[in-house]
């Protein structure tokens, strides 16, 4: 608008030069805005130099561009008025100076007069600011003197009028800034969220004017948090005592940080500092509430303590640290530990006492009283625990050992600790002890007896010793062996042997039960330790009976060169005992009990024999019928299984006039015949003695005479070398080698409570005795060469001692019956070789 007034202006002078109109002078007023309509601006009568009248005439009018005229000119008076209050803020805004033209124009002559009226201000218009309020956001922390521009307040005046100054309410954080071109806000001091959330300052302007005019606006300032504030732990360390082996999720402790920051910058995470990892691994942190827990084994033995540094790191980042000393506190959980150090076994038996077996180390994990241990072993065993420097104990012997008793031990060692409760751990130790060859075999008994059956077979087995030995292995392996010996002049050897592994007894050759009844081998029990060990058992090797021999007929001789007829009187009455058959049987026991029976007879019922004792005796008186010559068949039978049976042939003659005085004997009375008994028995013992005396002197006598005799032989002549007596000679010539190797004495025993003497059986004795060393020796040969020979020696032998027994028996009953009382008379072959050779 304003432009366009002045391209008006600018047009209408350039239309009055154009005319040749004369453009006079200019003139200026002013007038202050807000003035009332009608009032006075300016007179221009004086300046025109006119008067009324010819203003009047001259038609003077005022002319402005534009549309709207805030002039008049009052042509009367020449006083220019104002049509209309002027807002000079409206009417020119900012521009200065405000200046509103007019012309004066006047006709005859034309002339145009400027006019200029300047609007004056004044101060009607406070400063305003944009806003209301304005708010901040500023964060704390911000760096102090750190400025804050402010929008400046307006002021439609102008110059004094317009803002001259601002003031800000007073307050602890903020000045303005000093500078006159800009508003602005300076941190005077540090803002703090923590303090002062909010801060609300009144921010006026002043303008010049007077009165001095204010606006005023709120300056509202947040102070934005910053995570200006570290977390803080309670306590720097916690301190926490925990038993071992707790429970899992067991609460340790539980640490708690603060942070004043808000928000994020205020939550508050916690977790582990540079912990290791067996230390991350045993508790757990619960990130949120600060709890510590239980993860895994908490073990005083493997770690007695724990130094755990745990952060607390707030949103922002910032972070406190704190110490979590967890002390572990000893639980007894550790039972004694028993370590077998050394072991001697097998131990040997023969240990001196103290013998060190085992070396033990017992050890607890635990502490204090918990690992404080004792160690005790069963005070039944012959061990026993010595305690030994930093618990070492050693296991010795306290009592010799025999492995035969205890061939192993298993040791109980008892190891103890003082915590409460007491834990204990037993360890078996297991002691083997060997073998020393300590226990000689010993056999099953104290002797053997066998027995074994004659004629048996060569290689037979006898029976079996058997030893023991109560050690082990090689100290028990027994070997048997038969120690020398002699069974009859040979060796045991060639008797028996015997099997050094078995025992077993074997008989080399067959036994005859007449030559050897029994005999005595030593058997020797042998270990194989070292040194070995034996003992020695006797075996005695009984030979039993078999019934190998026929009865064997003594009497009546029955090879019939020079048969012996018995005499039987033909006056005798029934009952006449007429002679006795004799029989012997070599072998023992039942196999010789002999029983007689009568086989044939010349005239049957005449005679009977006894069963039992073999007595021929008359069964009837002999009549005149009966021939003179009887003879007799009496078969003679052993007991044996199978029996073995021989015969005798007997001859009997019947002759007149034969009178036999024990007939008459056995008439008489048996009182008398008791006195006369005796009687007759001292006189016949005193000629007996007699002649026993005679002919033991005939025979000294006659043996010195033979030495003698043999002494003088032997010097005069070389050449003859023959031993004393025929009879030797003799003999040579019969054995071709020798004489008699067995001879026997026979025992006749005579039984008691019978007139009628009885042989029971004849019995060998002693071997005969034999005067003549070299006699001896062909006997020990005969004996190996032949048996046969030596037996039938013996035979003859025996017939001729029967013979002599039995005429003997004949004497005494010619004698009288007191020679065959109640005794046993035992008739000695070997009272003299002189003696049995004279029956020959
Ligand atoms: C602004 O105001 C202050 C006090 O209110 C005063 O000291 C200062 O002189 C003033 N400045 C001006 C330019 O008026
Ligand atoms: C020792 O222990 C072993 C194994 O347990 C067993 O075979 C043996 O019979 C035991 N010996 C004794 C003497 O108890
Ligand atoms: C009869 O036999 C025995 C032995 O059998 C003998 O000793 C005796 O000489 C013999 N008698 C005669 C006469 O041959």
């Not at 190891?415 to 002890?433: C, E, F, K, W, Y």
């Not at 060639?494 to 058997?523: C, H, M, P, W």
Request: proline share 5%; aromatic share 8%.
């Amino acid at each position: 608008m304003q432009n366009s007034h002045l391209n008006r202006q600018v047009w209408a002078f350039s239309l009055y030069f154009c005319l040749g109109i004369v453009v006079c002078e200019s003139f200026h007023y002013s007038v202050p805005e807000e003035k009332k309509s009608g009032s006075l601006v300016a007179n221009v009568l004086k300046d025109l130099k006119l008067d009324v009248k010819e203003l009047v005439n001259r038609r003077a009018r005022l002319v402005s561009e534009g549309t709207k005229q805030y002039f008049q000119l009052d042509p009367q008076s020449g006083n220019v008025l104002l049509k209309d209050s002027i807002d000079r803020e409206v009417l020119c805004g900012q521009k200065d100076p405000c200046v509103l033209l007019s012309e004066i124009v006047l006709e005859n002559p034309l002339q145009v007069h400027r006019m200029e009226v300047e609007i004056e201000d004044v101060n009607d218009n406070s400063p305003q600011f944009f806003k209301k309020e304005f708010i901040f956001e500023i964060p704390e922390q911000t760096p102090l003197s750190t400025r804050f521009p402010l929008e400046k307040a307006q002021d439609w005046d102008k110059g004094e009028n317009a803002v001259q100054n601002y003031t800000l309410s007073p307050n602890d954080h903020f000045r303005l800034g000093d500078g006159s071109k800009n508003v602005e806000l300076v941190l005077e001091k540090q803002l703090d969220h923590e303090e002062n959330a909010r801060l609300i300052l009144i921010l006026s302007a002043v303008d010049g004017g007077t009165p001095k005019r204010t606006g005023t606006t709120n300056i509202i300032i947040d102070v934005l948090d910053n995570n200006d504030n570290v977390p803080q732990f309670g306590h720097s360390v916690y301190k926490v005592k925990l038993m071992e082996n707790p429970q899992q999720n067991t609460l340790v402790t539980k640490v708690k940080a603060t942070d004043r920051d808000l928000g994020s910058n205020g939550c508050i995470t916690y977790s582990f500092s540079q912990v290791p990892e067996h230390v991350s691994k045993a508790f757990n942190l619960n990130k949120h509430t600060g709890e510590l827990t239980v993860a895994g084994t908490i073990d005083y033995e493997k770690e007695i303590s724990y130094e755990i540094n745990v952060k607390a790191t707030d949103g922002g980042g910032l972070s406190d640290y704190c110490k979590v000393i967890v002390e572990v506190e000893d639980r007894n959980d550790n039972a004694p530990d028993v370590t077998l150090t050394s072991l001697t076994s097998p131990l040997p038996e023969d240990s001196p006492l103290d013998t060190v077996v085992a070396l033990l180390r017992v050890t607890d994990r635990d502490s204090g009283d918990n690992g404080r241990t004792s160690c005790t072993t069963e005070a039944t065993l012959p061990f026993v625990l010595k305690v030994s420097v930093n618990n070492y104990y050693q296991l010795v012997t306290q009592q010799f050992l025999d492995r035969e008793k205890a061939s192993e031990y298993n040791i109980t060692i008892t190891a103890t600790d003082r915590g409460s409760p007491r834990l204990i751990s037993i360890r078996i130790i297991n002691v083997q002890i060997s073998d020393i060859n300590d226990n000689a075999p010993a056999f099953e008994k104290s002797t053997y007896q066998m027995q074994i059956r004659e004629n048996n077979i060569p290689g037979l087995l006898i029976g079996l010793v058997h030893a023991d030995d109560e050690d082990t292995e090689q100290n028990a392996k027994v070997t048997y062996s038969l120690l020398p010996g002699k069974v009859s002049d040979q060796p045991v050897s060639s008797y028996v042997s015997i099997n050094s592994e078995t025992g077993n007894l074997y008989a080399i050759r067959s036994l005859d039960y007449e030559q050897v009844k029994d005999f005595q081998v030593t058997v020797r029990a042998v270990d194989s330790g070292s040194p070995p060990l034996s003992s020695e058992v006797m075996v005695l090797l009984v030979v039993m009976d078999e019934n190998d021999n026929a009865p064997f007929i003594l009497y009546p001789l029955q090879n019939g060169t020079s048969p012996s007829n018995d005499l039987v009187p033909r006056g005798a009455e029934a009952g006449y005992l007429v002679t006795k058959v004799v029989a012997v049987d070599r072998d023992y026991g039942q196999n010789s009990w002999l029983s007689y029976e009568l086989l044939k007879a010349t005239e049957p019922g005449l005679f009977s024999v006894g069963a039992q004792n073999g007595e021929v005796k008359t069964m009837r008186p002999i009549n005149k019928r009966d021939s003179f010559k009887q003879k007799l068949i009496i078969g003679v039978r052993d007991n044996g299984h199978p029996s073995q049976s021989t015969s005798a042939t007997l001859s009997i003659l019947l002759v007149d006039g034969f009178s036999d005085p024990y007939m008459k004997i056995v008439d008489t009375p048996k009182e008398e015949v008791v006195e006369e008994e005796d009687r007759n028995l001292t006189l016949y013992l005193v000629i007996c003695l007699a002649v026993i005396s005679f002919i033991f002197l005939v025979s000294v006598l006659v043996f010195i005479a033979i030495k003698i005799q043999k002494r003088r032989k032997f010097i005069e002549s070389s050449t003859l070398n023959f031993p004393v007596g025929s009879n030797f000679q003799e003999n040579c010539g019969i054995g071709g080698a020798g004489t008699l190797a067995q001879a026997y004495n026979y025992e006749v025993c005579l039984a008691g409570g019978s007139l009628n003497s009885e042989f029971r059986f004849l019995r060998p004795l002693f071997p005969v005795f034999s005067a003549d060393p070299s006699h001896l020796l062909r006997d020990s040969r005969i004996s190996a060469g032949s048996e046969d020979l030596s037996s039938h020696q013996a035979e003859s032998q025996l017939i001729s001692q029967a013979r002599g027994a039995v005429s003997e028996d004949s004497a005494a009953r010619s004698g009288g019956p007191g020679c065959a009382g109640n005794q046993a008379i035992t008739a000695n072959a070997n009272i003299g070789q002189n003696d049995w050779l004279s029956y020959q």
